[in-house]
């Protein structure tokens, strides 16, 4: 037997058993998810060669929303059933923590990318089959008169220009998704309550007072002074729609460095089955 | 009797595991109630106990996934709970085999391979023949004995110092648990460095291969030591029902069985005196008192002092 003694730390933390079971999981349930998604995309390419209909064509894109719903379906089942497989075994739990993070921004820079490349070849084989099949299969691109090819080039740049931006906001929603399923695995009810209940909350504490204010006013006011408080609502509403807007992607950046130590806080006192 | 509830050195050798004065809770329930006790490194170690005697509560706690109240568990002087130096040299076998999101055989052991530094590739696959896994149906369709046979696999192939298995015969018919101990005897003379810690309460069929035996009950140890050291001050005497009687008057009686005009009697000695004289007697036969046997009288034992003691 190898003496323990000479094994580093990541050796003796396992973290490249960890990286593998990523590996083999993860690894398998993008391939299959992007399977399918092309599949489906390659399905929608049949229905102008069989109805009149033109085929509408939006250009090349990462998808970004779709990527954030499988980083929040993948965070959940790594801080749950993944975390358990590991630690039972006798694993350390930072090792596990830091193994499922790299493991799920690989996953999910991979499956972004995936998006893309799908889009690249669905994009092709309609610039395809629209040189091919002129009379069967027509094209409606969905911005005004942009010819296919001309809309192909400009979206394929754009997505390109965008991908370290969509990259960033990966990373940092999945640095959120996997706080929230190192919780959910801690204590589902607990969680579900802040989540819901916090934002209905704040909403009633911050609406039913104005709201009442409001109804004084409109009872007692005259026209100038109802249109004035409008015009102080909609002021203060689109102040905090430009401050967020304006601060957004430092809020998302903060967030999900916070989360990084508080998912690591959450999973290290979560007594395991 | 208390063999090793002295915790410096069991037997003599070194020790690779210590649980120093474990405490553990849920709530009203008290799993550990101050448990002491090392494990001997290098030997098939028993730990041995009733349902909810605190076993896996024990071995929960031995592979991190628990945090004692109050107390310490080391491996080679290491602590356990989150701590990688120490952990990175144990392999835990739950009670309940689990996968994760794993799905064939092949892709189990490619995360071996990076779980564990010493992980026998080729052993590992001649185990599964042994235990007639197919290699590549899905693990979920595999009945319980099969998912057993194949998390007991993986914890031999490991080479890991110390293997815990926690109940590894659930599920396993009979010709499959004795190969699983035969495999453990072969694969201790292959690699005498290597610890295993069986925790069961199928005592009379794990007696055979333990090197070392640890009986806890209610959460605190009853006793610890080797088969030998523990069957010492104990004897089973067997012979005509009057002979019998006559030789073990004065001794406590754990058990008495009558059988074709043959009495057994088991007894606890009150003195080395008293085995040489029985044994000296021709018209009587003799033998250490089985592990079980022994276990069920020290646990109503205790369990009477406790009784009394509440009263």
Redesign the interface.
Same mark, same amino acid.
């Given at each position: 037997? +190898?003496q323990?003694l000479d094994?580093s730390?990541w +050796?003796?933390?396992?973290f490249?058993?960890?990286?593998?079971?990523h590996w @083999?999981?993860?690894g @398998? #349930?993008v391939s299959i998810v992007l399977l399918v998604l092309f599949a489906a995309q390659m399905a929608t390419l049949i229905f102008p060669m069989i109805s009149d209909n033109p085929y509408p064509y939006s250009g090349v894109y990462a998808d970004l929303s779709i990527t954030m719903i499988f980083a929040l379906v993948c965070s959940c089942?790594a801080a749950g @059933? $993944?975390t358990? !497989?590991?630690?039972? !075994? $006798? #694993?350390?739990?930072?090792?596990v923590w830091l193994g499922n993070l790299v493991g799920l921004f690989a996953g999910m820079v991979a499956f972004l990318l995936g998006t893309l490349v799908l889009s690249i070849l669905l994009g092709g084989a309609v610039l395809g089959l629209a040189n091919a099949l002129p009379d069967t299969f027509k094209v409606k691109t969905l911005f005004g008169d942009t010819q296919v090819t001309a809309l192909f080039k400009n979206s394929l740049s754009e997505s390109l220009h965008n991908l370290p931006a969509y990259i960033l906001y990966t990373l940092e929603w999945t640095c959120l998704f996997y706080l929230l399923g190192t919780c959910l695995r801690r204590n589902r009810a607990i969680t579900l309550t802040v989540i819901l209940g916090v934002p209905m909350l704040l909403m009633m504490l911050t609406l039913i007072p104005a709201v009442r204010q409001a109804a004084d006013v409109v009872q007692n006011a005259n026209n100038s002074q109802m249109m004035l408080l409008g015009v102080q609502w909609m002021k203060y509403l689109v102040d905090f729609a430009n401050f967020v807007e304006h601060e957004w992607p430092t809020i998302q950046l903060l967030a999900a460095l916070v989360s990084l130590p508080l998912s690591y806080l959450c999973m290290?006192?979560t007594? +395991?089955? | 009797m208390q063999a090793s509830v002295d915790t410096a050195s069991p037997s003599g050798g070194e020790t690779i595991l210590q649980v120093s004065s474990v405490n553990r809770r849920f709530r009203a329930t008290k799993a550990l109630n101050d448990l002491s006790l090392n494990i001997p490194k290098g030997q098939i170690v028993g730990l041995l106990g009733r349902n909810g005697a605190g076993k896996s509560t024990l071995l929960r706690i031995v592979g991190g996934m628990l945090k004692p109240n109050q107390g310490e568990v080391t491996i080679d002087g290491e602590k356990v709970y989150d701590h990688a130096r120490a952990l990175g040299k144990l392999c835990m076998i739950g009670d309940t085999p689990d996968f994760g999101s794993l799905s064939k055989i092949g892709d189990l052991f490619y995360v071996c391979r990076g779980l564990f530094p010493n992980w026998n590739e080729t052993y590992a696959r001649e185990l599964i023949s042994r235990f007639e896994l197919p290699l590549n149906k899905r693990m979920k369709t595999f009945s319980r004995g099969m998912q057993t046979g194949l998390m007991l696999s993986v914890g031999l192939a490991s080479g890991a110092e110390l293997t815990v298995y926690d109940e590894p015969s659930l599920g396993l018919d009979a010709v499959m648990r004795e190969r699983f101990y035969d495999l453990l005897v072969d694969e201790k003379q292959r690699y005498p460095g290597r610890t295993f810690l069986l925790s069961t309460h199928l005592i009379d069929e794990v007696a055979r291969v333990l090197d070392y035996s640890v009986l806890i009950d209610a959460g605190h140890l009853l006793c610890a030591g080797t088969v030998s050291e523990l069957q010492r001050g104990y004897l089973s005497v067997s012979g005509e029902p009057e002979v019998v009687r006559e030789l073990t008057a004065g001794l406590t009686t754990l058990k008495e069985e009558e059988l074709a005009g043959t009495l057994v009697r088991h007894v606890k000695l009150n003195a080395q005196a008293d085995q040489i004289r029985i044994e000296a007697d021709s018209r009587v036969r003799t033998a250490p008192v089985n592990l079980q046997r022994l276990f069920v009288f020290l646990t109503e034992e205790e369990e009477a002092e406790r009784h009394a003691t509440n009263a």
């Open positions: 037997m +190898q323990t094994r730390w +050796q003796s933390a396992r490249s058993g960890v990286l593998r079971y @083999k999981a993860l @398998k #349930t089942i @059933k $993944g358990r !497989f590991l630690l039972r !075994f $006798g #694993t350390s739990r930072v090792s290290r006192d007594a +395991q089955p | -």
